[in-house]
């Protein structure tokens, strides 16, 4: 901020990989104040400064609107399997909830939207997941932030709490080795640490250039390697 104020920011999927890297980049930063708001408790990082409101989705406008950030990140997602394989289930979180969450963010005056989707997110896709991500990115335009960033990463990499998933952890295992197959126009596919994917956030919620913007995987990588320069400014 220019004039040397704390920028605030209110994390929603505080609960989630990202949204706890989120929280993890924020310790001892002096240039950023954290909010955060959740459905349930979730751990605090050691030695983090911040606030936790837990609260239904029906509330968190209202929370929202006594926070006045001034940028939301937007971290919350569901998988297939944890949304028992039902496409209302999974559409109530990765459709439904994100754009609550962006609707009261707009009312109450919020100017910059940072957006985990995916890679691949395609209104047209034949995957109910791609699909549903497009059909998110879109509307999330349609709302007119003064600035709209979207992440697209793909595999992401780190630990998950209580995430048994074998499949996952096999594609963790083997995705160094992908990486290296990945090129050109396919880059944009390669695994990435949900930690960089976090710094990336924290450094485009920093950033008050109007505009929308999708970052895919290059992309996330450039604006995380951004955010130490950031912090001085």
Not at 39 to 44: K, Q, T, V
Not at 52 to 75: D, M, N, Q, S, Y
Request: with cysteine; hydrophobic share 45%; charged share 25%.
């Amino acid at each position: 901020m220019s004039d040397g104020a704390p920028l605030g920011i209110t994390l929603v999927g505080a609960t989630g990989l990202i949204g706890g890297r989120v929280m993890a980049n924020c310790i001892g930063r002096e240039d950023v104040r954290l909010s955060a708001i959740a459905r349930r408790e979730a751990a605090l990082p050691f030695g983090i400064r911040m606030e936790l409101f837990v609260a239904e989705p029906a509330k968190w406008g209202e929370v929202i609107e006594a926070l006045r950030p001034t940028a939301v990140i937007c971290a919350l997602g569901t998988t297939w399997k944890k949304a028992g394989e039902q496409e209302e289930a999974f559409r109530e979180v990765d459709e439904h909830l994100v754009l609550h969450v962006a609707q009261a963010a707009k009312a109450n005056g919020v100017e910059r939207f940072v957006a985990v989707s995916s890679v691949g997110a395609d209104t047209a896709s034949s995957q109910l997941y791609l699909k549903v991500k497009g059909q998110v990115e879109r509307e999330l335009a349609r709302i007119r932030f003064h600035r709209l960033d979207i992440l697209r990463p793909g595999l992401l990499l780190g630990p998950r709490d209580r995430d048994r998933r074998r499949g996952e952890r096999l594609a963790q295992l083997a995705a160094p080795v992908f990486n290296l197959l990945l090129h050109g126009r396919y880059r944009q596919y390669r695994a990435i640490p949900a930690d960089l994917v976090a710094q990336a956030a924290l450094a485009l919620a920093r950033r008050p250039a109007r505009g929308r913007f999708v970052h895919d995987n290059d992309a996330i990588l450039r604006a995380a390697r951004s955010l130490p320069q950031l912090a001085k400014e």
